[in-house]
């Protein structure tokens, strides 16, 4: 038992964060958004050289994973420096294509998003992705021949379509809740990244701007209320690391409930303090103002991950949401 | 204590609702954020000023009905259920408009007023700069003495309505004595300019939903002539201050507007299916009717206050705090009740739910609202501010 | 149309006021608790001489009403003051009990309590009460012939037990709805004098108290956590004197649910504010911390409230919760 | 990062579940709140450590097992998921134990933690006074030197267990001088007293459900050796503060006591009659799962970060403010389930809901939490305090 990330997931987390910080990401969004995906497919191939994807596809298909607690790193660093496109639904379909296809999901070349039974009638970002997949409720793996047009997101980096019914049947029996639980994780893990990057801009922010002939900072209101995010952040972490631990459905909820809350707080709160300006199109922290809701719904919104908390708790084999040991 | 409107009030409740009832637009007019959603919105001003429907509580001779308190909320009530097209001439009606008839002169009123009236003439406020966000004391932007009148020069910021508007308000530095000399609310003075005047440039800054919802101006030695200065030259911080009560007071939020926004949000929620059994959206929307109710008794409570010659003072500020946060609230639970369709750019909730979250910001932040309602109506002592 | 308090209504809470703050209330509420009735006894004397009672009594049997709004502005300062007892309980039995019960009733000499059905099973106070009455889902008004031991509640102040089932029929088709109506519309207003009392109390408190060489109360977290306590009163009290005009059931319920939130949210942060000195039973304070939950939950607890606002939202001949006018 | 226990730490668990499991008394003690509930803690207390379960972490020579942190916690885990009574020593244990382990000497602490183990000497804490709550640097009781040792005067108060316990600990002014000179926290010293030494006056304090939670202290030149000084004379302050960091940390509230809350919360809402259709109470129920799981985790990252030799330091104000604010809504949730049981005393919920109540006060109130929260862990500029 030592709840602490490993040296090697310490500098997994530092080389994403450089090669994140090197990459002008915000740039990369407003293209996205603008609908000029070639600065993104760069930075997707960027990643998969440092081995996102690798993370989730097994050794025997040309991966390293799947490894969740590495890919929950990762992903609270494509949070929080904002990256678009449909990353956590490629890593999803991992867990669900048939072996042919994993080799070029690990190495970068296949972008993919997907519907599951029971979630959004919507994929995220299809004319962003080689696949569009659809999954039956008898576990029937699909490619969807094609989308309807793409709607605009109040994210402006976030395009949703629903797929067209029918496509080659690529699998059958596919692990749809593996998928879920995939795609619900590694959410949470972004919107912890998405809410850390606000908290941070935002302390910046106040620390600089005065009003009043003071920083704003120094008003009690103003440090309680970035306490407050800070709090709600620094609880829904261990949550997240906790869930990519143990994958247990009721943590994985409990981590995504957590962490998409605690990312929306940390948007209202940033908005709050920045005053107009942080109202704006213009500054560069409108790309996470606008991410968290939609990553606080997205794969599981509060009221469908509580309901699954309390489905789960004492769950045999794991007492607890799941308690930690028996 | 009595709610019973009288006849008369009833008789106009009818007129009003029956106007609406056969001219407010079926469909929604494109957003008032665009250019083609302005022009259309400033063609509705017309109607409504044609029927004298826009600006009720204005004397007639301006245009108005000359209608008291309670007619004037009866209308915003009527108007904002019947889902009729928001104000593009908001600014110009509910804040120069009550400066210019407490500190402005007959003719600038009988100049100014009607053509606001009718949106031929659309205002957009210039209060901010870009140092000086809530403590608008420490202004900058200058009017220096020229010929008949004065040179504007500075950078204003967070114009609302200004990316389309014909003309702004707002207070410039005339005296730079009292400020060096630490007295930084003296020396300022209420000018209105013309936003096509030679030496403006008109810079769109795209709110979050990336619409122009207000804009940078750069002044340039911009010639405002002696007619267009409201009250007495020095006296702008004074007038402006009475003007910024009225923007947090009644004459900016009608409980209409809450009022017809909960009844929107119960149909959607009625509308839902298996919705009713879902007891924690069912608690969010049933908050929602109560906070609209409890704002509505609220301002008759004011109005009745007000008639009975109290003023409104710092009450302003729970009103303000409430109404920013309840509006929030509100569309949170819309988005919410729907489901996937949440996110969209697209749907009816989207554009006023980040309207919405403006709220708590402007018209002075509910950080600073607080520390009002503390010290003036609590009688907490002053802390630093 | 004027929504204000006319003088004679406004003299009327200055007359309760002034009777109450010369009646020693917490002294009378300490011995209440104790099980000594007798001081309670005396100033419900003095309350029926001041006409409370007879506000709920028509003039044709020996009352002035009923006056809801007056009763409304009457148990503000009730609450305000902390007196105990089965008052709500007694004013809502006026709208049961047969006429030869009523003019006793108005001068002081009935004190009673009751349960309603659908309503909680607990009578209060029965042991301080000459009725206790119960309800039949038929309308049936019924003497209870006695009551189980009275249990304890946490404001101490409060005893619950609950009534004999059958004892003498005293009415029948009786109007169930406008004795809940009443309950609730008066509990509403004495959970807003509570409120009131508390944030009195509490900000008398801050301002004199001091710690690291400042009055608590210049703090800004104090400061903004004491106006939201306000805020929360000052919407709650125009829909309680708005549920007393229009005595809609919606607007009724409406103002238990604001009123009794704002109460309790008011003890929350009476208690805090006032540090560990707020949490002893010594100062008065407790008298108003212990009944503002009670208060909150009695005759309609907030999600009753809300779904009574939801059902009747709309509803034919009032337009809105109601809407003022049509 | 594992969080998988070792076959040792699982045997541990076993043992002690067992050992809980044939021990912990069927029916709840009366509160320990009252004498005779405060006498059959003292005893379950003398069972628990005959058994050497009573101070799992300390060394075995005072009567523990030597336990590391991941047993404590394990242990604390299976102590609350097993009903066990509330722990009558707990100020002893988790305050002033800490602190003779640091500063003592070898005499006292063979003197004192063995009897404090076995629940024989039962602690109070003696640290705030009426004029210091959270400035505790303003503190004025003093102790003047004697013969062989000092004597204490002043009042204490907030004095928690005083009302039934035997001895207590705090600091006392030695020196007067620093704190004339403006520099209050110096000139402090700890020190251990006996409750009933002549001199002392104990005065229980009803809590708000009137039970005496604690006591005012008033201290009439009580004597105290010179043995009974902990640490050196005048560092009473820097002391006391090492202590004060545990009380708020691991040490005071491991994740057990809210997993086993948590968990009663569940069978209360599953036991309810047409519960689960009401999704308002499900969504808090959820939350305080969640909160419970969170507070667990957090609390393993902690320990893992303390035993890789890094210190907690102010994420223990985190800590403080998440278990305050938790136990509160947890209980609140409770009483709402409970429906018209609610209010009563007399259930199983309500002295724990008063207790909880206290949560954000004691221990470093929440706003003194926040503004260290901000100040230490995100930078921000020191404010008035």
Request: net charge neutral.
């Amino acid at each position: 038992m030592r709840f602490l990330l490993t040296d090697e997931q310490s500098d997994l987390a530092r080389t994403l964060a450089s090669l994140l910080a090197a990459s002008d990401v915000p740039g990369v969004a407003r293209a996205w958004a603008a609908g000029d995906l070639a600065p993104g497919r760069a930075l997707w191939a960027r990643l998969a050289k440092a081995g996102l994807f690798a993370l989730a596809v097994p050794e025997e298909h040309e991966g390293l994973g799947p490894l969740p607690v590495e890919l929950a790193v990762a992903f609270v660093e494509l949070g929080r420096y904002g990256v678009p496109g449909p990353l956590v639904e490629t890593v999803a379909a991992a867990a669900l294509l048939p072996a042919e296809h994993l080799p070029a999901l690990a190495a970068g070349d296949l972008a993919a998003t997907l519907t599951l039974p029971g979630g959004s009638p919507y994929a995220l970002d299809p004319h962003a992705a080689a696949l569009v997949l659809t999954v039956s409720a008898q576990g029937g793996l699909y490619a969807a021949p094609g989308h309807g047009e793409p709607l605009p997101s109040m994210d402006p980096a976030r395009r949703l379509a629903v797929p067209a019914a029918g496509g080659a049947l690529l699998a059958t029996g596919v692990p749809t809740a593996e998928a879920l639980r995939r795609a619900r994780l590694l959410t949470a893990a972004q919107a912890l990244g998405v809410g850390q990057a606000l908290l941070e801009r935002t302390v910046a922010y106040v620390k600089q701007r005065t009003q009043f002939g003071t920083p704003v900072g120094a008003f009690q209101a103003v440090k309680h209320r970035l306490a407050d995010t800070l709090l709600a952040l620094e609880f829904a972490r261990p949550l997240v690391f906790g869930a990519a631990v143990t994958t247990a459905d009721g943590d994985v909820a409990a981590a995504k409930l957590a962490a998409g809350g605690a990312a929306y707080r940390a948007a209202r709160t940033a908005l709050q303090l920045h005053g107009a300006v942080g109202y704006t199109q213009e500054l560069e922290l409108s790309l996470w103002l606008r991410k968290a809701r939609p990553l606080r719904d997205a794969w599981g919104t509060p009221a469908q991950c509580r309901a699954e908390v309390l489905a789960r708790y004492g769950e045999a084999g794991r007492t607890a949401t799941a308690r930690l040991t028996t | 204590m009595d709610l019973t409107p009288t006849p008369e009030v009833t008789a106009f409740r009818e007129e009003a609702r029956a106007w609406l009832r056969a001219h407010v637009p079926a469909r929604p007019l494109p957003s008032l954020e665009t250019a083609e959603g302005f022009a259309a919105h400033r063609a509705w001003e017309a109607r409504l000023s044609a029927a004298r429907w826009s600006v009720v509580s204005w004397p007639e001779r301006y245009g108005g009905r000359g209608a008291d308190l309670e007619r004037w909320l009866v209308f915003e009530e009527e108007y904002w259920a019947a889902g009729a097209p928001g104000r593009v001439s908001q600014n110009g009606i509910s804040l120069l408009a009550p400066t210019l008839f407490d500190h402005g002169t007959e003719e600038q009123r009988a100049r100014v007023l009607p053509p606001m009236a009718s949106g031929e003439v659309v205002w957009a406020q210039a209060w901010s700069e870009p140092e000086s966000g809530s403590d608008l004391a420490s202004l900058r932007s200058k009017a220096v003495r020229t010929e008949g009148g004065w040179l504007l020069s500075g950078h204003k910021t967070w114009s609302s309505r200004a990316a389309f508007a014909d003309r702004a308000f707002g207070i410039f530095r005339t005296d730079p004595q009292p400020a060096a000399a630490g007295r930084p609310h003296r020396g300022l003075t209420y000018l209105m300019f013309d936003l096509r005047a030679p030496g403006v440039t008109v810079r769109p800054i795209g709110r979050l939903d990336g619409k122009p919802a207000f804009a940078e101006l750069f002044l340039d030695e911009v010639f405002v002539p002696d007619e267009d200065v409201i009250g007495e030259v020095g006296e702008g911080w004074r007038i402006a201050m009475s003007t910024t009560g009225d923007e947090r007071g009644l004459t900016l939020r009608a409980p209409g507007r809450f009022l017809a926004a909960a009844d929107r949000l119960v149909r959607l929620w009625r509308g839902r299916e298996g919705g009713a059994a879902d007891t924690a959206l069912r608690d969010r929307v049933a908050d929602a009717v109560v906070g609209a109710r409890a704002y509505e008794l609220f301002t008759w409570a004011s109005a009745a206050r007000i008639a009975a010659g109290r003023a409104a003072g710092a009450e302003s500020s729970l009103n303000k705090v409430f109404w920013s946060e309840y509006d929030i609230a509100l569309h949170e639970t819309a988005l919410d009740l729907l489901g996937a369709d949440g996110e969209l750019e697209g749907t009816d909730w989207a554009e006023p739910y980040v309207f919405a979250l403006a709220g708590p910001i402007y018209a002075g932040t509910n950080e600073i609202q607080r520390d009002i309602i503390a010290e003036r109506l609590l009688g907490l002592p002053k802390g630093r501010r």
